[in-house]
Nanobody, 125 residues
Framework: QVRLAESGGGLVQPGGSLRLSCAYSGFTLTYYAIGWFRQAPGKAREAVAC????????YYVDSVKGRFAIVRDDAKNTLYLQMNNLKPDDTAVYYC??????????????????WGKGTQVTVSS
């Protein structure tokens, strides 16, 4: 069975950093894209970043460009999201998800069929 488990969330002050982890099992990423998504209180879920399985190409939404980095470590079966210069608007539950062969439509989210349970990130002074 496909399993994904997020960890690394917590409370951080504005301007601080966190690194989220997503441990996965039950599949390999040879032909899968994998991404990070988030849902803030009272808001709809939105895409954050995506990484291709074949060449490692990365994609980010405008609000996190230059601050976040998505990284794969296939040897450890782990996906990371390095988050720097965090802002209060980054407060959300963060999820990792996989299924489609590419990141071309990752912002639509509907092609991602396997999701973790999420990890809470709170940015507050």
């Amino acid at each position: 069975q496909v399993r994904l488990a997020e960890s690394g969330g917590g409370l951080v002050q504005p301007g601080g950093s966190l690194r989220l982890s997503c441990a996965y099992s039950g599949f390999t990423l040879t032909y899968y894209a994998i991404g990070w998504f988030r849902q803030a209180p009272g808001k709809a879920r939105e895409a954050v970043a995506c990484i291709s399985s074949d060449d490692g190409s990365t994609y980010y939404v405008d609000s996190v460009k230059g601050r976040f980095a998505i990284v794969r470590d296939d040897a450890k079966n782990t996906l990371y999201l390095q988050m720097n210069n965090l802002k209060p608007d980054d407060t959300a539950v963060y999820y990792c998800a996989t299924d489609p062969p590419s990141c071309l439509r990752y912002r639509e989210m509907t092609d991602f069929g396997h999701w973790g349970k999420g990890t809470q990130v709170t940015v507050s002074s």
